[in-house]
């Protein structure tokens, strides 16, 4: 092979080695280094190669390669980025993970390399594009999708393109708009507030406004009117349309095919690691995605032609665009690969990080590439994880029965393998008065019906601290590093105090050798600092010693503490510490290895060869972020690529597994039976987690609460505090920390960043309708056809509909008042009306315009948009109360002596699937348009005794009839 590898692509010499990322474009079918300054920046008329270089824990780098296809691109062009992908996999020592990546459909793993989003582009390179920066600003709209990673997909400036269901932004020179589609998902408008702001700070110079426009709420500010304006007046947009890009490939059992002379042949049998040949190339079809497995010994030429047969494959069986193919080499399967086996073994790993990049070094050898880079070994040195704060109050419990018995302050530290304990830290938190860190511990010997209840009890402690402690559980000889810190020092034990274990013990006809001052036997010492340090008792014989340790053997009265050659000043003190702690005020006898007296050898039953080995340390992973979903049944987990704290998203759990610890995340406004089953759902991943990547089955599993995250879990991201006590949903946490704590559920941010309120608010969009009416011709909208001269009309709708907006927008913030209910009347006001005809309101429409049946007349909408009817101006009512002066319609004041001014719908239009939806109102508060008589009946309480639950019960309350 090193001959082929030397004839291979001049270009990516020199490639991968340090992090980071690294593309190419396809010019003249040949590949280019893109300037970094042009780094997620994608033209719809190219292709891309791109290489993502990770630096594992071992010291190896990762590689994940991926070839992106513009949907303009040239068949050969495309083709050629595929060739180039296995030449560059070749030159990095065949062990990367290749991935196709169609425009519009890549990979959230792609997708993760360029947050926020990519900017797709029209043109490419065979058309002589323009760089953006040398063209006239042009108004762009974009639908943003996805809550982690984001799609931006560029689509027509038109409002044909706008709908319910998605999210928009568009683009203007001036002002970057917000819309959020009535019936969008929360977290993709929190997402595409960050494209907002990576927009305003790449393409703006950080210098442009920002508005949101919610669809059905038009929030009576002029930032509505404008954007409505933007697209040829106000109209009702349609239903989203479903195009080839919506359609999501159904996930199909597993079919294994061999790949012999680009044919594909179906192998029979069960699906086995054993199956996979080294010599060979399969074919794994899982529908949504297909995998091409190579083996070791396959040569390049045969590795070329296996990606191109997958793709006739796809072509072939007609699948969607957004079918992902994945070409992985023997020994760096995937996870998700190899979850799709039936058996895979779990001993079964990638080569060593040396045996890798002692290949890639070879490799870059034969080009006369310089490999002191690649070459270079990493080491590792110990490092002490975050531990929690010190000076903190230690309380101590042993399960005994149905009861949890205290153990005595002189014995807290010593854990008895038979046994269970429940642990509790309080300690003082420099925001929050003071912490909790709860766990229960499992003795490797103890009863099943103790380990039940050491997990019920602690449920019930975190309960009662209002969930605010991090819960965890601990297995004997898994014992995280904070665990061991608080104990200083720790000691495991043999037998068992619990009447569980000795019932056990006693049932079995077993010999309990549980500890005692008098007893005979045999302490190991290990660890080097206060997170690792521990002693366990092992078997009191001659062959458990070990000269990397420290021991203390204990006969009878006797003490004496052996020192290892090899043991560390570190554990010498720490068995003089352990002495004292188990037999205070006895001498302890120091003896060193080599110079054992007979009473020694005689307290451990005589003198015997032992080791001087030294314990392999357990292999060191990466840390990885998962969503999981059970599928029939089944539990399946997606990895979160390149995860940051953003990805911890309130509506969500999600599990963190750091190899040493596995954590299930738990957001504040989680699905209760989520939060209830944490623990489950982390023992599932555990259990999964073994098969394919070796994790302890024992392995420490914590439940952490949003806003309550201890320093040992926040230490694998870059941690905001700021994020962490931010309140609502995922998009009301977004508003306060991109534009103040003043933006609240309620309070979008408007295009100067500061909240307009009130009286501001109405004389804006009064202003805004006086303009509209008096001017004779209105300024010429940016969609306007070219050549014809504007209307007003439309402009008028949009000004008289932010109008009628504020008006109802007030009228419910004097209703949810904190001092008023829902159903109480406005204070009384004065009597006093105007002259002219009062305004009305069409009911429940956020389309609705003021109209005087004698003098309407039609407009054509300048984009050929619905028609819009031009209305004579009628005055709203100016009604004085005793909190000043504000504008109310006279159906608002015939309302008064009904229902507490509030328009009333009927429950099947409120409910949120029904098949008439209201329109323009407040979707939190559905429940507050309902009659008196109908809220009683489905809410089964009057108004005045709901809105006095707390907020969470009236929600709960709310989705159970489907008004939430």
Excluded at 206 to 233: M, P, R, T, Y
Excluded at 687 to 701: R, V
Excluded at 785 to 792: A, E, F, I, N
Aim: with cysteine; glycine share 8%; aromatic share 10%.
């Amino acid at each position: 092979m090193s001959g082929s590898v030397k004839g291979l692509e001049p270009a990516f010499q020199g490639a991968g080695q340090k992090a980071g990322t690294e593309i190419w474009r396809i010019e003249n079918f040949q590949p280019v280094p893109l300037p970094k300054s042009d780094y997620g920046k994608f033209y719809s008329g190219d292709s891309y190669i791109v290489l993502q270089i990770t630096a594992g824990k071992g010291g190896a780098y990762l590689y994940d390669i991926h070839f992106w296809i513009g949907k303009d691109t040239s068949q050969d062009e495309a083709g050629t980025a595929a060739i180039k992908t296995v030449e560059l996999d070749a030159i990095l020592g065949g062990r990367a993970v290749q991935h196709r990546e169609i425009q519009g459909h890549e990979s959230d793993k792609f997708l993760s390399y360029f947050k926020p989003c990519i900017i797709p582009l029209e043109g490419g390179v065979a058309t002589g594009f323009k760089k953006p920066e040398e063209e006239e600003f042009e108004t762009r709209l974009y639908t943003c999708k996805g809550k982690r990673v984001v799609r931006l997909k560029q689509v027509p400036f038109s409002r044909s393109s706008l709908n319910h269901d998605d999210v928009f932004i568009l683009d203007t020179k001036d002002k970057i708009y917000q819309f959020n589609g009535a019936n969008s998902n929360i977290q993709e408008r929190a997402k595409a507030l960050e494209v907002i702001q990576f927009l305003k700070d790449k393409y703006h110079e950080g210098k442009c406004g920002v508005a949101i426009v919610e669809d059905g709420n038009l929030q009576a500010e002029s930032d509505s009117g404008e954007f409505w304006v933007l697209f040829g007046g106000f109209a009702p947009i349609g239903k989203k349309v479903t195009t080839e890009d919506d359609i999501i490939p159904e996930r199909t059992p597993a079919k294994l095919f061999s790949i012999t002379n680009g044919q594909v042949n179906p192998v029979d049998g069960e699906l086995s690691k054993s199956i996979l040949e080294n010599n060979r190339c399969y074919l794994l079809d899982c529908g949504a995605e297909v995998f091409v497995w190579v083996g070791r010994l396959t040569q390049l030429d045969e590795k070329k032609a296996a990606i191109r047969t997958s793709e006739e494959f796809v072509g072939s069986q007609n699948r969607p665009k957004s079918t992902h193919i994945t070409q992985l080499i023997q020994g760096n399967e995937t996870n998700s690969f190899k979850a799709k086996f039936d058996s895979w073994p779990s001993a079964s790993s990638a080569p060593a990080p040396e045996e890798g990049r002692g290949k890639v070094a070879a490799l870059l050898k034969q080009q006369g590439v310089g490999i002191k880079a690649a070459s270079k070994t990493v080491t590792v040195n110990e490092e002490v994880p975050p531990l929690l704060e010190g000076g903190g109050k230690i309380e101590v419990w042993c399960i005994n029965g149905s009861a949890k018995t205290p153990v005595p302050k002189d014995d807290v530290g010593k854990f008895y393998s038979g046994d269970c304990y429940i642990v509790l830290y309080t300690y003082p938190s420099n925001d929050k008065k003071e912490d909790y860190y709860l766990c229960w511990w499992i003795g490797k010997d103890s009863v099943e019906e103790d380990q039940k209840m050491a997990s019920r009890l602690a449920t019930t402690m975190c309960n009662s601290l209002k969930g605010r402690p991090i819960l965890g559980r601990i297995f004997q000889g898994k014992e995280p590093p904070q665990f061991v810190a608080i104990f200083q020092p720790m000691v495991v034990l043999k037998g068992g105090l619990s009447s569980g274990y000795k019932n056990y013990i006693s049932d079995k006809g077993l010999n309990d050798e549980t500890y005692t001052a008098d007893s005979v036997a045999l302490i190991r010492i290990s660890g080097t600092s206060e997170h690792n340090n521990k002693a366990v008792q092992v078997d009191a014989v001659a062959t458990s010693l070990n000269s990397n340790e420290c021991f203390l053997a204990q006969s009878g009265s006797s003490l004496f503490t052996w020192h290892g050659n090899q043991s560390t000043y570190e554990q010498q003190q720490l068995a003089s510490k352990i002495a004292e702690f188990l037999k205070p005020g006895v001498a302890a006898k120091h003896t060193k290895e080599g110079t054992e007296s007979s009473a020694f050898w005689f307290a451990i039953g005589g003198k015997q060869s032992y080791t001087s080995k030294k314990v392999a340390p357990e292999a060191v992973r990466d840390p990885h972020l998962f969503t999981y979903s059970i599928n029939k049944g089944k539990f399946e987990v997606e990895e979160v690529y390149n995860f940051s704290q953003d990805d911890l998203l309130t509506e969500d759990a999600l599990v963190l597994d750091t190899n040493a610890e596995v954590f299930v995340w738990v957001g504040q406004s989680t699905d209760p039976n989520e939060k209830k089953n944490a623990f489950e759902i982390g023992q599932k991943y555990i259990q999964m987690a073994t098969c394919l990547e070796g994790l302890s089955s024992n392995a420490p599993l914590y439940k952490v609460t949003e806003g309550n995250e201890p320093c040992f879990f926040t230490t694998y991201f870059s941690w905001d505090p700021a994020k962490a006590i931010a309140n609502g949903n995922s998009f009301q946490k977004k508003v306060m920390l991109l534009f103040g704590a003043g933006h609240g559920a309620e309070n979008h941010p408007r295009s100067n960043g500061t909240n307009r309120g009130g009286p501001t608010q109405r004389a804006s969009a009064l202003a805004a309708l006086n303009s509209a009416f008096s001017s004779s011709s209105a300024p010429k909208p940016v969609a306007s056809r070219p050549g014809r001269s504007p209307r007003s009309g439309s402009q008028r709708a949009a000004a008289v509909a932010a109008l009628s907006s504020v008006l109802t927008a007030e009228k419910q913030s004097t209703d949810t008042s904190p001092t008023r209910s829902p159903t109480r009347s406005p204070t009384p006001r004065s009597p006093a009306r105007s002259s002219r005809s009062p305004l009305t309101q069409r009911e429940a429409s956020p389309t609705a315009v003021i109209e005087n049946e004698k003098t309407s007349s039609e407009f054509e909408d300048p984009k050929g948009s619905p028609v819009v009817k031009e209305t004579e101006v009628v005055e709203p009512v100016a009604v004085a109360n005793g909190e000043g002066c504000e504008l109310k319609t006279q159906q608002e004041q015939d309302d008064n002596n009904s229902e507490g001014s509030q328009t009333i719908f009927s429950y099947e239009r409120l409910k949120v699937k029904s098949g008439n939806p209201v329109t323009g109102i407040d979707f939190k508060r559905r429940e507050a348009y309902l009659s008196n008589g109908e809220f009683e009946a489905v809410l089964g309480m009057k108004k005045e005794a709901f809105y006095k639950l707390p907020k969470w019960k009236q929600d709960m309350q709310k989705k159970k009839v489907d008004l939430f």
